[in-house]
């Protein structure tokens, strides 16, 4: 008898499909090489990651594996919510601080209310008189002196013409000297100048110190003010200059003498210096009247000189300022610090006076000499000091015609940022970007002039009176220190991943140790564990394809 369900029919396979050739074949397992790469991978670090939550120093992360809990998988979204909120949390605040730490790294603050004057060096003053040369002696025998006996019609007049025009230097002012350079004729003949030293014409020509000062006083005690006062050429040309330590003489004595350079205990009247001075009138030319005061650092070349007048008691009273800079701040740039250590000679913002210590009014003299060797090619040693380790060029009489055609140039400084602050109606300028010492010392002054007692007054002389002291015996010392250290931005963010995860220093090592090495070893040990993958036999039989249980030789 003939039964049709016993003809061989097409079979559902139990983990396959009809399509292709795999319709009729019974699988008993299936090829785990087909499977999700992700799933096998979760698979493999899911007992790892429990293992590391179970096991962390973080708080919290231990209840997201702890299936001991009751309500575990709503008590593990509770305890993952606040994780991340926490986290980032502590991300925001460390942002900030972060921020904080690159943006504001530099503060100053009062160190000290009341510290005695004392403690900082009395300043030097510069006595720059506007009518500095002997005219006498200039027309009556300085040309012999200089150019010889047989001297020349020609050369004697340029030579008068020319330091009579330049009888108050300024490099500022070089401008006083138009009449001269408008001559067409006294300027071709200037080349016949050439072969003097100018500087040493200027002290041949000066007044000396008894014909300009008449007594002096340091401390209300009487001293001799040529012994007090020396030369000194500055950029407002030869002045007389007390408490310098600026020549050879002056800082040989401050070596060897531990009280100079000078100081004062007291303020007030008669606590300071007090010159008192006379000129025969019959030496001094018309609207050449008074003297320019110059208040700098002992160590300082020159500085900004304001005119005081004639027959008149000018008292100046200072107003010290004094900040000092933490070693600490050297771990930034002098541009974030806005200051410049003494020893740092290699950073290119430093500029400096060979063999003078670094002060800001120090930098700017050497800005303006560089200019004036860029645009002429040569350094006057009447304004710039003359060393061996400088390989410039000491300007001629005839190299005035270039200062003198720079002169717009010359007289204008202005800082790099001034543009975006100030419209100058001039272009021409000397551009100086000159950082502070990190140990700074800035004079304040105040000024006020009364006319002379009858007694002071003569007639045959041009007298006047110069009193500077200190306004007040005590001082407000600033500091420049580190507002964040990296330590303390270490210790800040400590104390952030504390307040917010509970975590410390180890937590985080030891995160890096079990995502970077703990992974590796687990990884590479589970490869040495695991078994070879058993082989699957497909037995055909008719036309149905029966597969067996796993088969393993």
Not at 259 to 284: A, H, K
Not at 482 to 495: D, K, N
């Amino acid at each position: 008898m003939f039964y049709p369900l016993e003809l061989p029919r097409p079979r559902r396979p139990l983990y396959w499909n009809y399509k292709g050739n795999n319709t009729g074949l019974i699988q008993t397992q299936q090829d785990p090489k087909n499977g999700s790469r992700l799933g096998k991978l979760w698979c493999l670090l899911l007992p790892y990651l429990k293992g590391y939550a179970a096991e962390s120093s973080v708080h919290g992360i231990r209840y997201l594996a702890d299936p001991k809990m009751k309500n575990y998988y709503e008590i593990r979204l509770i305890w993952l919510l606040i994780l991340v909120t926490t986290s980032i949390g502590a991300i925001v605040v460390y942002v900030d601080l972060n921020e904080l730490y690159q943006t504001v790294r530099i503060q100053t603050t009062i160190k000290n209310t009341m510290l005695p004057i004392f403690r900082v060096p009395f300043p030097a003053i510069g006595v720059c008189q506007r009518n500095r040369v002997n005219w006498m002696l200039l027309e009556n025998g300085a040309a012999e002196h200089f150019l010889g006996a047989n001297v020349s019609a020609a050369q004697k007049d340029v030579f008068i013409k020319f330091f009579t025009a330049a009888g108050d230097p300024h490099l500022s002012r070089i401008n006083e000297m138009s009449n001269f350079f408008s001559n067409a004729s006294l300027v071709a003949d200037l080349h016949l100048l050439d072969g003097l030293d100018l500087r040493e014409v200027y002290m041949y020509l000066q007044f000396r110190c008894q014909d300009l000062f008449f007594s002096c006083r340091w401390r209300g005690n009487p001293v001799n003010c040529c012994e007090v006062f020396e030369h000194q050429f500055t950029e407002s040309g030869l002045c007389f200059v007390f408490n310098t330590e600026i020549s050879p003489s002056s800082r040989k004595r401050a070596k060897e003498d531990k009280y100079y350079p000078l100081r004062t205990p007291q303020y007030g009247e008669g606590s300071g210096i007090d010159i008192f001075l006379r000129l025969n009138r019959s030496l001094i030319r018309p609207g050449k009247r008074g003297i320019n005061v110059m208040i700098k650092q002992p160590q300082q070349w020159s500085d900004v000189v304001r005119h005081v007048p004639h027959e008149a008691h000018t008292k100046i009273s200072l107003v010290p300022r004094f900040t000092v800079t933490d070693e600490r701040t050297r771990s930034v740039t002098p541009e974030v610090r806005r200051c410049i250590f003494g020893d740092e000679i290699d950073n290119p913002q430093y500029k400096n006076l060979p063999g003078f210590e670094y002060w800001v009014g120090n930098c700017r003299s050497r800005c303006h000499q560089e200019h004036v060797i860029d645009l002429c090619n040569c350094s006057p040693s009447i304004f710039f000091p003359v060393t061996d380790k400088d390989n410039f060029t000491v300007c001629k009489a005839s190299d005035f015609k270039c200062l003198y055609d720079n002169r717009l140039t010359f007289s204008i400084e202005r800082h790099p940022e001034e543009n975006d602050f100030v419209n100058n109606p001039f272009k021409e300028s000397m551009i100086c970007d000159c950082f502070t010492s990190c140990t700074q010392l800035i004079f304040e002054r105040i000024y006020s002039t009364t006319s002379l007692d009858y007694n002071e007054t003569n007639t045959e002389t041009g007298s006047m009176r110069l009193e500077i002291f200190y306004q007040s015996g005590w001082i407000i010392q600033y500091q420049t220190t580190m507002r964040f250290t990296f330590v303390e931005l270490l210790a800040s963010f400590g104390g952030i991943i504390g307040l917010f995860l509970g975590a410390s220093l180890l937590s985080a090592i030891e995160l890096a140790y079990y995502f970077s090495i703990g992974l590796y070893l687990y990884i590479n040990g589970k490869r040495k564990l695991k078994k070879p993958e058993p082989r699957i036999i497909t037995v055909p039989f008719g036309q149905r394809k029966i597969t067996p249980i796993k088969y393993t030789h």
